[in-house]
């Protein structure tokens, strides 16, 4: 028998299990458990995740919990095996009260996708509670002409526990003339009766006591007594009267305590001491007694505590009206509790999530819950947030909302969001509840440095000490942290043959600029080069700026004199007729400089001269001109020291000497002192000096073709004429000029374009040399043009004669 009773429930264990996996695969559908009110802590539930068939694993990963609806701690949700456990001892009678059955409603809730299990708890009531009587004496007057078989309602015991362990039985003793009678009220509870089993004598017995047992039906049984203490009275022959059987009333919630709701009235025909008629509450649980109070002779209701809808929402009250000699007579008081809209909504947070990464879209923010206790219109809420957010709330379950970005937030653009949840009631006046969060947006590395500048053009003075800080370049990146930490270096040259390294650094931290050796304007004029910026982000972005480095001009350069030479073994002596005119060009003193701009503006001046006066010397140009008619008086030869000066900061100067020779005309020989044709066979056969060698090749480089040509023509007939002659010619420099003695800008003295023309005309036996404008025009030539435009040419005479 015992192995079949076993088989039975053991089946019946199986049939359950398969339910409850049915209802844990519908998702919504609810799934029941059951427990014993006043459990142990951590007493074993159910085994929550297999029963909604999920995996352990799942319910850390997706942040499984439970949520109970009165947000109370419960239940326990063991991660790490699924148990769902007891988090604390549960009191039915707390928790429900009189209702039945007592369920504690409760969602698990699951994120990463979000989904919710719905479930129900049921509390089991035990034997923990005793009947009790609120009062601790029952007063029943009785007259002695009470027939036998009569009732008289008393008042009954309360119990806080339900079904069988409620209230089940009444007993009285002794029971000589009573017994009692249970009677079923139509709220399922039981009152008692008491049922006059003898007929009283009031002379006999004027007072009886009697005890009430009243019993439960735990196992084993629990019970409560209280006196009954009967009087006998003289016959009284009419029951007081009510005018109706039922009185209704509406009172609104937040009415002040010791107001009046009702005055209920009942009638009795009697005369003298059976025609008082008193009022009281009968069968009233001790909430309607500490809620409302009767006046016993006027029979007024008044309120005594104030009411609140949301835990009690109507009121049965009965009203006993007893005459003098003990006859009496019930109502019924229906009062009805109007709700106000007197509770704001609340936020119930169940998860939030304070800061999210900028590039993740319609990430879950906050998880929470809504509710308001009050009813109909007052109760029901709307929520919402800012219209100018990008968050929006999606409904869920039931009244809980989830909290979601819609769309991939810019930290550069706004880094951190207050966001206000508004909830409110559509009562009259509508009440809200506001909770606000703050959400921060962590950075991602999606943001480049970026240059202040495209291309930087920074300036350098040739001549520089090493390690100079020659400009900084800067970029910024509108990340945080390590991904806006931006570093420098140097990229690689586009033109390989560009020795950047040994040219410039950058320091990595800041993008200071330094030059690494000193730089030459003649050698190296401008080089750019390229920088990077990048951060420390993973992965690391970066950019990248034109850096151009332009070498300035020092004035570190002299004067160089190309005409006349003055290295040569021989001077060079300029022949000038004696009947020249004022402004008669003698020579042009040539010279150039190495540097550029104002550096390599030179002027020419007359330091000293044989005869002041006589000579002058154009500043721009360094033509040599006549300044007044010559005279028989004035000396046949001339010595002039002419200064050639740059205009650069300190100014850097040459001087050259020039040897002019009067004649009467280019017929009469130019017969040299016998020192200078000594000195000239002396450096005939002295070795070529080496820079001598280099200047002449510089300056026939400058020189045409053509006027090298004639040069050496005019040379040939000039030295040709014996060894006195020969010993008085001009060096004619020969071969190209080197690059770094021309200006190639076009601003010095002499450019290549600067041509000599030179005509002899043996016919008369003088020969004319002639200087022309320059090919290709330049400042300087057509400045020095509008002065000397007039006379080009003078003419020298030579007399062919033999020895």
């Given at each position: 028998?015992?192995?079949?009773?076993?088989f039975?429930?053991?089946?019946?264990?199986?049939?359950?299990?398969?339910?409850?996996?049915?209802l844990?695969q519908?998702?919504?559908?609810?799934?029941?458990?059951?427990?014993?009110?006043?459990?142990?802590?951590?007493?074993?539930?159910?085994?929550?995740a297999?029963?909604?068939?999920l995996?352990?694993?799942?319910l850390?990963?997706?942040?499984?919990?439970?949520?109970s609806d009165d947000?109370?701690?419960?239940?326990?949700?063991?991660?790490?095996?699924?148990?769902?456990?007891?988090?604390?001892?549960?009191?039915?009678?707390?928790?429900?009260?009189?209702?039945?059955?007592?369920?504690?409603?409760?969602?698990?809730?699951?994120?990463?996708?979000?989904?919710?299990?719905?479930?129900?708890?049921?509390?089991k009531?035990?034997?923990?509670?005793?009947?009790?009587?609120?009062?601790?004496?029952?007063?029943?007057?009785?007259?002695?002409?009470?027939?036998?078989?009569?009732?008289?309602?008393?008042?009954?015991?309360?119990?806080l526990?339900?079904?069988?362990?409620?209230?089940?039985?009444?007993?009285?003793?002794?029971?000589?003339?009573?017994?009692?009678?249970?009677?079923?009220?139509?709220?399922?509870?039981?009152?008692?009766?008491?049922?006059?089993?003898?007929?009283?004598?009031?002379?006999?017995?004027?007072?009886?006591?009697?005890?009430?047992?009243?019993?439960?039906?735990?196992?084993?049984?629990?019970?409560?007594?209280?006196?009954?203490?009967?009087?006998?009275?003289?016959?009284?022959?009419?029951?007081?009267?009510?005018?109706?059987?039922?009185?209704?009333?509406?009172?609104?919630?937040?009415?002040?305590?010791?107001?009046?709701?009702?005055?209920?009235?009942?009638?009795?025909?009697?005369?003298?001491?059976?025609?008082?008629?008193?009022?009281?509450?009968?069968?009233?649980a001790?909430?309607?007694?500490?809620?409302?109070?009767?006046?016993?002779?006027?029979?007024?209701?008044?309120?005594?505590?104030?009411?609140?809808?949301?835990?009690?929402?109507?009121?049965?009250?009965?009203?006993?009206?007893?005459?003098?000699?003990?006859?009496?007579?019930?109502?019924?008081?229906?009062?009805?509790?109007?709700?106000?809209?007197?509770?704001?909504?609340?936020?119930?947070?169940?998860?939030?999530?304070?800061?999210?990464?900028?590039?993740?879209?319609?990430?879950?923010?906050?998880?929470?819950?809504?509710?308001?206790?009050?009813?109909?219109?007052?109760?029901?809420?709307?929520?919402?947030?800012?219209?100018?957010?990008?968050?929006?709330?999606?409904?869920?379950?039931?009244n809980?909302?989830?909290?979601?970005?819609?769309?991939a937030?810019?930290?550069?653009?706004?880094?951190?969001?207050?966001?206000?949840?508004?909830?409110?009631?559509?009562?009259?006046?509508?009440?809200?509840?506001?909770?606000?969060?703050?959400?921060?947006?962590?950075?991602?590395?999606?943001?480049?440095?970026?240059?202040?500048?495209?291309?930087?053009?920074?300036?350098?003075?040739?001549?520089?000490?090493?390690?100079?800080?020659?400009?900084?370049?800067?970029?910024?990146?509108?990340?945080?942290?390590?991904?806006?930490?931006?570093?420098?270096?140097?990229?690689?040259?586009?033109?390989?043959?560009?020795?950047?390294?040994?040219?410039?650094?950058?320091?990595?931290?800041?993008g200071?600029?330094?030059?690494?050796?000193?730089?030459?304007?003649?050698?190296?004029?401008?080089?750019?080069?390229?920088?990077?910026?990048?951060?420390?982000?993973s992965?690391?972005?970066?950019?990248?700026?034109?850096?151009?480095?332009?070498?300035?001009?020092?004035?570190?350069?002299?004067?160089?004199?190309?005409?006349?030479?003055?290295?040569?073994?021989?001077?060079?002596?300029?022949?000038?007729?004696?009947?020249?005119?004022?402004?008669?060009?003698?020579?042009?003193?040539?010279?150039?400089?190495?540097?550029?701009?104002?550096?390599?503006?030179?002027?020419?001046?007359?330091?000293?001269?044989?005869?002041?006066?006589?000579?002058?010397?154009?500043?721009?140009?360094?033509?040599?001109?006549?300044?007044?008619?010559?005279?028989?008086?004035?000396?046949?030869?001339?010595?002039?020291?002419?200064?050639?000066?740059?205009?650069?900061?300190?100014?850097?100067?040459?001087?050259?000497?020039?040897?002019?020779?009067?004649?009467?005309?280019?017929?009469q020989?130019?017969?040299?002192?016998?020192?200078?044709?000594?000195?000239?066979?002396?450096?005939?056969?002295?070795?070529?000096?080496?820079?001598?060698?280099?200047?002449?090749?510089?300056?026939?480089?400058?020189?045409?073709?053509?006027?090298?040509?004639?040069?050496?023509?005019?040379?040939?007939?000039?030295c040709?004429?014996g060894?006195?002659?020969?010993?008085?010619?001009?060096?004619?420099?020969?071969?190209?000029?080197?690059?770094?003695l021309?200006?190639?800008?076009?601003?010095?003295?002499?450019?290549?374009?600067?041509?000599?023309?030179?005509?002899?005309?043996?016919?008369?036996?003088?020969?004319?040399?002639?200087?022309?404008?320059?090919?290709?025009?330049?400042?300087?030539?057509?400045?020095?043009?509008?002065?000397?435009?007039?006379?080009?040419?003078?003419?020298?005479?030579?007399?062919?004669?033999?020895?």
């Amino acid at each position: 028998m015992e192995t079949r009773e076993a088989f039975v429930l053991w089946k019946r264990q199986v049939l359950i299990l398969f339910v409850l996996l049915g209802l844990s695969q519908a998702g919504p559908e609810l799934v029941r458990y059951s427990v014993a009110e006043e459990t142990e802590i951590g007493y074993f539930v159910a085994n929550l995740a297999r029963d909604l068939g999920l995996e352990v694993e799942e319910l850390s990963s997706r942040e499984a919990r439970v949520v109970s609806d009165d947000n109370e701690k419960h239940l326990h949700l063991d991660l790490l095996t699924g148990d769902l456990l007891l988090s604390g001892k549960l009191d039915r009678e707390e928790l429900c009260g009189s209702k039945e059955p007592c369920v504690l409603h409760f969602q698990m809730v699951l994120e990463n996708p979000l989904q919710f299990f719905r479930a129900e708890l049921h509390i089991k009531d035990i034997n923990d509670h005793s009947p009790t009587f609120l009062d601790k004496e029952i007063l029943i007057k009785i007259s002695e002409s009470t027939t036998t078989g009569t009732t008289f309602q008393m008042e009954s015991a309360q119990d806080l526990d339900v079904g069988s362990n409620g209230l089940q039985n009444y007993t009285i003793v002794p029971n000589s003339h009573f017994y009692i009678k249970i009677r079923d009220n139509e709220d399922g509870k039981i009152y008692p009766e008491l049922v006059l089993h003898r007929a009283l004598d009031h002379e006999e017995e004027p007072e009886l006591r009697l005890t009430l047992v009243a019993l439960d039906g735990g196992s084993p049984p629990r019970s409560g007594t209280t006196l009954v203490l009967i009087k006998v009275l003289d016959i009284n022959d009419n029951a007081p009267e009510f005018p109706q059987r039922l009185y209704e009333v509406q009172v609104l919630e937040d009415t002040p305590v010791g107001s009046w709701i009702i005055t209920t009235s009942a009638k009795d025909l009697d005369a003298g001491n059976y025609g008082k008629i008193s009022y009281t509450f009968v069968h009233a649980a001790e909430d309607i007694r500490k809620t409302f109070e009767i006046n016993p002779v006027s029979g007024e209701v008044h309120l005594r505590l104030r009411l609140d809808f949301e835990v009690i929402q109507s009121y049965t009250i009965k009203i006993q009206a007893t005459d003098g000699g003990g006859l009496s007579e019930e109502c019924t008081l229906l009062v009805t509790v109007i709700d106000i809209n007197d509770n704001p909504p609340e936020v119930i947070m169940s998860s939030i999530t304070k800061i999210i990464p900028e590039n993740a879209s319609e990430t879950l923010v906050a998880l929470f819950s809504v509710r308001d206790q009050d009813a109909g219109e007052n109760g029901r809420i709307v929520c919402s947030i800012q219209d100018d957010l990008p968050f929006f709330l999606k409904p869920t379950f039931k009244n809980f909302y989830t909290l979601v970005s819609e769309k991939a937030l810019d930290r550069e653009e706004k880094a951190e969001y207050n966001i206000t949840i508004t909830v409110t009631d559509m009562g009259t006046p509508r009440l809200k509840t506001q909770h606000n969060i703050t959400v921060l947006v962590s950075d991602v590395n999606d943001n480049a440095p970026a240059f202040t500048q495209a291309s930087y053009t920074l300036r350098v003075r040739e001549n520089n000490s090493p390690a100079l800080h020659i400009g900084t370049v800067s970029a910024t990146d509108t990340d945080a942290g390590a991904n806006a930490q931006v570093t420098y270096s140097l990229l690689p040259p586009a033109d390989p043959h560009v020795p950047l390294a040994s040219l410039v650094s950058i320091n990595a931290d800041n993008g200071h600029l330094f030059a690494l050796r000193s730089l030459d304007y003649e050698a190296l004029r401008a080089f750019e080069f390229r920088v990077g910026a990048a951060d420390r982000g993973s992965p690391p972005l970066s950019s990248q700026a034109l850096v151009r480095v332009l070498v300035e001009d020092d004035n570190d350069n002299a004067p160089f004199v190309l005409y006349p030479l003055q290295n040569t073994s021989a001077p060079c002596t300029e022949l000038l007729p004696r009947a020249a005119e004022p402004g008669y060009l003698v020579t042009k003193v040539v010279a150039v400089d190495g540097d550029a701009g104002q550096n390599a503006w030179l002027s020419y001046q007359l330091l000293k001269a044989t005869e002041p006066g006589l000579f002058g010397v154009w500043a721009h140009n360094g033509e040599v001109r006549t300044a007044r008619p010559l005279s028989e008086r004035d000396a046949a030869r001339h010595r002039l020291l002419v200064l050639v000066k740059d205009n650069g900061e300190p100014p850097l100067s040459a001087s050259v000497t020039l040897h002019v020779l009067l004649v009467d005309g280019f017929s009469q020989p130019h017969l040299p002192p016998p020192e200078a044709e000594a000195e000239a066979e002396a450096a005939a056969a002295a070795p070529a000096d080496p820079l001598t060698v280099y200047l002449v090749v510089a300056l026939a480089s400058v020189s045409s073709l053509f006027l090298f040509s004639v040069l050496v023509f005019v040379a040939v007939r000039l030295c040709g004429r014996g060894g006195a002659a020969r010993a008085g010619r001009c060096s004619v420099p020969e071969g190209p000029f080197p690059g770094h003695l021309v200006d190639v800008s076009g601003t010095g003295t002499l450019s290549h374009s600067y041509q000599y023309q030179v005509r002899l005309r043996g016919d008369s036996g003088t020969s004319e040399f002639k200087f022309l404008k320059p090919i290709i025009p330049n400042p300087a030539a057509q400045d020095t043009g509008r002065h000397t435009g007039e006379k080009e040419n003078f003419r020298i005479s030579f007399g062919f004669n033999d020895k």
